[in-house]
């Protein structure tokens, strides 16, 4: 044998020799499924159990024998949540856990771009992964289903269409960096009082047609590696262990094979989370949400109690053994896939997203006489009124609030683009909440004011009186009762009579803006006589900056509601026929039924049956040029049941200044055997145009877009018929239809 030949044949030994002695488990050339099965096949009983439940507020155990890691969550949605003590909520007090606020989940529904979907996961999914996280806490994609909900800004709107379509894109982001996300709260957690005892009556048809659509396609399309189970109940069962919702639907149908998380404090019995599809439990106690001792997670429900079942023989452990298959997989999804990234914190690129997502999605809800864009060399002094034009939005909220590197206020943003040309002045218009800290993390303003409300609001008329321009920004807070986790909003209105205030601007001073800083919608009795209004949501770090250059016209508006605006909260179903928030029952449980009585007529749904005109309609925002929709074209009228059409509409930019309009296309079943809402959201695009240029817009119909859930037969169901395409701006403004005949009746069981 020659000296090549030999040195060749000792490394091919080496390798058979190295490779044999990697265990199963450890090897990336194998097959999850098979490092799945070796590595349950060296458990013991307890390692298996220990698996299930936390070991801190954040983490659960791996299984240190065999080198499996521990797994880290964090919160979610919008940022990574700042370190907290091992058994408690009190601030672990590291410097390094500073992060970049991207704009609330409802910001970047409106923008209604996919592409900046990808963008917020990919970025917050490297945030995560530097800071070491495996498990992200979001995104949220329960329905907007009433604007007192207090979480509605950690959500992404009213529809489960465009919910579904902006989910998706943010869990492959997230994951591409081996960062799980916890697609949460599954499901029907659509409000937040009683939100532990809420048991939400919903028939079938609501619930697979509006409540579930966006869980399916995080799933499905997502790919999403963990669920949240919520926290309150449905058919008088808890959601983190729901027969329903995780075995039957989530895990039966949909073919989840990934992880379902209880939320925090979300557990509440052993027999029922062993059988009823829960896989790991979180936060059950130890001076947190819950009642209990401290370093108690052995007495979680999915720990000692089920070990102790498992020993008496009075439970098998085929469950035990799908749960660890789960978070085994989990495991070789993220902390065990040593090709995943490493991520990146705070970086400029991060901060540029931020930006951009906002400015992307602030609406331009009114902008009579063009009043909009403020042109820096025609106005010589600007007054801004209004706390939120310097109150700190991202400490606060609950669960999502965060410790960022910093935060860019709208007065500093607007101090920041016009401050060089024009004397900006402020005054504070209202006092709201001068509060300041969440879980220990302090903004460090004072917001604190000693003067009268009637010194305050007069101080701003007058500054109002003397300005060329005025910006007031307001709206609601991250405080309780506002947009903040386990409360909701009192009422429609805005609080701290800013009504009076905005009111009070409108007749001082003609040139008046008001930007709304909400994650859900808000009342504006005032509207008729305020020129110019913006939706301004929650934008996180760079929001000054977001704001200033929608103002400034440096960017052109192109977001668009997720949510109706209602005039008042009897135009919305959950308050006019619907339960909110439920009625307790009286057979001394603390259980609170609320009934969905409203069914599928959610948002604009509800307006479209009942002829109801919504303040700003689903689908709206205007921009700083204007489109002509030309008209539209068929390939056919005619649909088989297999088949599918494609529409084609003419959409031209006739303004002056490049812009991006969103295409919507809805769709009407003429005659249905259901009941059927008068439109539905079935499609959208987003398109950007310069002046003068157009574009041709297309929309592919098939049958699954047709169909409605069909209770008795449980399965998805299109009727043959006459249908209407109908294109417009907004769900209000529809520019033009066209009419097709589905040729066949057509069912499918999943609408896939
Ligand atoms: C919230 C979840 C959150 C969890 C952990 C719960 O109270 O409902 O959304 O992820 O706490 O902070």
């Known amino acids: 044998m020659n000296k090549l030949l030999l040195s060749f044949t000792l490394m091919a030994a080496c390798v058979t020799v190295a490779s044999s002695s990697v265990p199963v488990y450890l090897d990336e050339t194998r097959t999850i499924d098979e490092r799945v099965e070796d590595a349950l096949s060296r458990m013991t009983t307890e390692e298996k159990v220990a698996m299930l439940h936390a070991q801190s507020k954040f983490s659960s155990a791996g299984v240190p024998r065999l080198g499996i890691p521990e797994f880290w969550t964090t919160d979610g949605p919008h940022g990574i949540r700042p370190e907290v003590l091992w058994d408690e909520w009190d601030q672990a007090g590291w410097t390094n ?16 771009n996919p592409d900046m979907a990808l963008l917020y996961g990919k970025n917050i999914g490297e945030e995560a992964r530097y800071r070491k996280k ?52 599954f499901a029907l957690n659509n409000h937040e009082v009683n939100r532990h ?68 404090g979300g557990t509440h019995d052993t027999e029922q989370a062993i059988a009823n599809g829960l896989d790991m439990e979180f936060g059950s106690w130890t001076n947190g949400l819950s009642n209990g001792a401290s370093n108690a997670y052995d007495n979680y429900y999915l720990a000692m109690p089920y070990l102790k079942l498992i020993k008496d023989g009075k439970v098998g452990t085929k469950e035990l053994d799908d749960k660890v298959r789960r978070i085994l ?16 914190l705070c970086s400029p690129e991060h901060i540029a ?11 331009l809800l009114k902008n009579d006489r063009n009043i909009l864009p403020i042109n820096p060399d025609r106005v010589k002094k600007i007054a801004v009124i209004g706390e939120n034009a310097l109150k700190m939005m991202t400490v606060g909220g609950g669960s ?73 920004v307001g709206g609601l807070n991250k405080s309780a009762h506002q947009d903040c986790e386990d409360s909701d909003r009192a009422g429609l209105e805005l609080p701290y009579n800013q009504d009076r205030v905005i009111s009070a601007l409108a007749k001082a001073n003609k040139n008046l803006v008001v930007i ?12 008729k006589d305020v020129p110019a209004i913006v939706q301004a949501w929650y934008l996180g770090t760079e929001c000054g900056n977001a704001i200033a250059s929608v103002l400034a016209g440096d960017v052109n508006p192109s977001g668009k509601l997720p949510m109706t605006f209602p005039v008042a909260l009897t135009d919305v179903g959950a308050h006019s026929v619907g339960d909110y928030p439920g009625t307790p029952r009286n057979d001394g449980s603390d259980i609170v039924d609320c009934s969905y009585s409203e069914g599928i007529y959610v948002g604009y749904r509800w307006n479209d049956k009942n002829d109801i005109k919504p303040l700003f309609p689903f689908g709206h925002g205007l921009s700083y040029t204007t489109f002509n929709y030309g ?34 296309l809805y769709i009407t079943d003429v005659k249905s055997s259901l009941p059927r809402p008068v439109k539905e959201l079935k499609d959208f695009k987003k398109v950007s145009l310069e002046p003068n240029q157009s574009a041709e817009i297309q929309f592919e119909i098939t049958p699954d877009k047709l169909m409605y859930f069909d209770n008795e037969r449980h399965e998805w169901v299109a009727e043959a018929g006459d249908f209407i395409a109908l294109i417009g701006s907004s769900s209000s403004y529809i520019k033009n239809s066209v009419k097709f005949k589905l040729l066949s009746d057509t069912t499918n069981a999943t609408n896939k």
């Open 353 to 363: 997203a931020a930006r951009n997502i906002g400015e992307e999605g602030i609406v």
């Open 97 to 112: 856990d500073s992060c970049v606020a991207f704009p609330a989940l409802t910001c970047l529904a409106a923008t209604w």
């Open 329 to 344: 997989r989990l495991a070789f999804r993220t902390t065990m896939n040593t090709r995943r990234p490493f991520g990146s």
């Open 631 to 664: 008209k539209p074209s068929i390939s056919s009228d005619r649909m088989a049941a297999d088949g599918k059409i494609t529409i084609s509409i003419p959409v031209s930019n006739t303004g002056s200044r490049t812009g991006a309009e969103v295409v919507q």
């Open 134 to 185: 495996d498990i992200l806490l979001g995104p949220g994609v329960n329905i907007y289903r009433t604007p007192l909900n207090g979480r509605n800004f950690e959500y992404m709107g009213e529809d489960p269409y465009l919910a579904s379509m902006m989910v998706v894109p943010y869990i492959k982001g997230v994951q591409s960096n081996g960062v799980a996300t916890c697609v949460k709260h």
């Open 516 to 527: 709304n800083i909400s994650g859900n919608a808000v009342a504006m009795p005032w509207v």
């Open 400 to 472: 999502s609030s965060l410790k960022v590197k910093y935060e860019l206020s709208p007065l500093d943003g607007i101090r920041k683009r016009f401050g060089d040309k024009a004397e900006i002045v402020y005054a504070r218009g209202y006092v709201g909440d001068p509060s300041g800290e969440y879980n220990g993390v302090v903004t460090g303003q004072n917001l604190n004011d000693d003067r009268t409300a009637e010194e305050i609001f007069a101080e701003a008329v007058e500054t109002a009186k003397n300005a060329d321009f005025v910006i007031f």
């Open 197 to 264: 005892t809420t048991n939400a009556i919903v028939d079938d048809r609501a619930l697979y047609e509006i409540y579930l659509p966006a869980f399916k396609a995080a799933v499905q399309e997502g790919g999403a590696w963990t669920i949240m189970g919520s926290y309150n109940l449905y058919k008088g069962q808890h959601v983190c262990h729901n027969q329903y919702l995780l075995n039957d639907i989530l895990k039966g149908e949909w073919g989840f094979d990934g992880v379902v998380v209880s939320d925090w």
